[in-house]
């Protein structure tokens, strides 16, 4: 396959009966997980407090075109970061991945702490009574994930950073094995 420069931003959600989104959040991953994979490397991303207008619109259309009703999404799409012959111009926008369930990892957990809220009852809520409640405006915090590995050679110590951090980490622990490699 062709390797395609950009970043992948995802547009995150829950999706009432009606096909309507509920709850709605995404994220930027700045560098290719594969990369990560492959070179060993140390993953980051973060939850964005505004989602860009064509990805909101692209994650919206996709749900539309999938029928998507009573389910959590995690979509996924490349921006580029540069114009690319046979593909776009730098910014445009184009589906990577299409799942019908929360995003991995700790996301979830990240989406309760970035709006100061709880996913897990709207969808729960969604669940049990086909609403969600959830205010879009209501957006207080940025939350971002970076991660450390085992073997790793770093600058900073962990209690450094634990140190210097302290008020800010809200979450220190290890990842599960299973997700471990890519997380």
Known sequence: EEFVNGYVQTYDGIVDS???????????TPHSLMDIVNDNGDSIYYL??????????????????????????HLEFFIL???????????????????????????PDMMNYANDMDVYQVWANMICYDQGF???????????YASRRRDGSYVHSL????????????????MPEVLADAM
């Open 48 to 73: 964005v407090k505004e989602i860009p207008e064509k990805v909101r619109q692209a994650g919206l259309a996709t749900v539309k075109s999938f029928g998507v009703k009573s389910r959590f999404v």
């Open 159 to 174: 209690e450094e950073i634990r140190s210097l951090y302290n008020g800010s980490i809200l979450m220190d622990e290890e």
């Open 81 to 107: 970061n540069e114009d690319q012959e046979g593909l776009g111009k730098k910014g445009d926008i184009f589906g990577l991945e299409v799942n019908m369930r929360p995003p991995g990892g700790y996301t």
């Open 134 to 144: 959830f205010d879009p405006e209501h957006r207080p915090y940025c939350c971002v």
């Open 18 to 28: 009606h096909g309507n989104m509920l709850f709605e959040s995404g994220n930027i």
